[in-house]
């Protein structure tokens, strides 16, 4: 069965103390992997798409990198702002539906 | 361009009840998706519309059912509502399938 595992649960971070976001995954073939925000009470806000191993995408503070079997969202001197919980998705091959894992809520206290 | 947007925003339904959720895409968007989200699941995929066909379906009862209309925005409908329907309920589109676009969601409660 197809499954998304991200880690950890939860995370606190002082502000400016960067740190990673673990997603990895066990499909048949991925199409592509999906990077969300969701803040408390709204829809998710997409961020990246990563296609292939090695591939990397910057946005502000945040960087996602991909591997064969995970996927790290790297977060560098966050602010409060960033406090959410980030969503990654996985499609396999053909038209099939996203697979969500369960979210890291992080927190960024000043 | 505006984003997706669902109504109604918020809805208290009695068990038993049914109710009917709106979405309307992103302009050019041809895939509507559907998804609950609770605390303990999670994001649970419901269905996901193309062209006004089902394209994909999760593994929700019959209760569950939408549909697309030629303009792309699609409609889900949950009959005989149980306690345990109370969620967030999303839905996004894209233009393939691909990157998902969310919109702000219907927070559905059932009592």
């Known amino acids: 069965e197809d499954q998304v595992t991200q880690s950890p649960e939860a995370l606190r971070l002082q502000e400016g103390e960067s740190s990673s976001l673990n997603c990895s995954y066990t499909v048949s073939g991925l199409r592509g992997l999906f990077w969300y925000r969701q803040d408390p009470g709204k829809g998710p806000e997409f961020l990246f798409t990563?296609?292939?191993a090695g591939e990397e995408k910057e946005k502000e503070r945040l960087k996602a990198t991909l591997t064969k079997k995970e996927s790290f969202l790297h977060i560098t001197a966050p602010k409060p702002e960033d406090s959410a919980t980030y969503l990654c998705a996985v499609q396999i091959s053909g038209n099939t539906p996203l697979v969500f894992g369960k979210g890291t809520r992080l927190s960024v206290i000043a | 361009k505006a984003g997706v947007t669902q109504t109604p925003r918020y809805l208290i339904k009695t068990r038993g009840q049914q109710v009917t959720l709106s979405c309307s895409p992103i302009s050019g968007h041809r895939s509507v998706s559907w998804y609950q989200q609770t605390p303990g699941q999670g994001l649970q995929f419901l269905f996901e519309?193309?062209?006004?066909?089902?394209?994909n379906k999760g593994n929700f009862p019959g209760r569950f059912s939408g549909r697309q209309f030629s303009n792309s925005r699609s409609e889900m409908n949950v009959s005989t509502l149980e306690l345990g329907d109370s969620a967030l309920y999303l839905c996004a589109s894209s233009l393939q399938g691909l990157e998902q676009y969310f919109g702000p969601g219907t927070r559905l409660t059932v009592t």
């Open positions: 519309y193309f062209s006004e066909t089902q394209r």
């Open positions: 990563l296609y292939s």
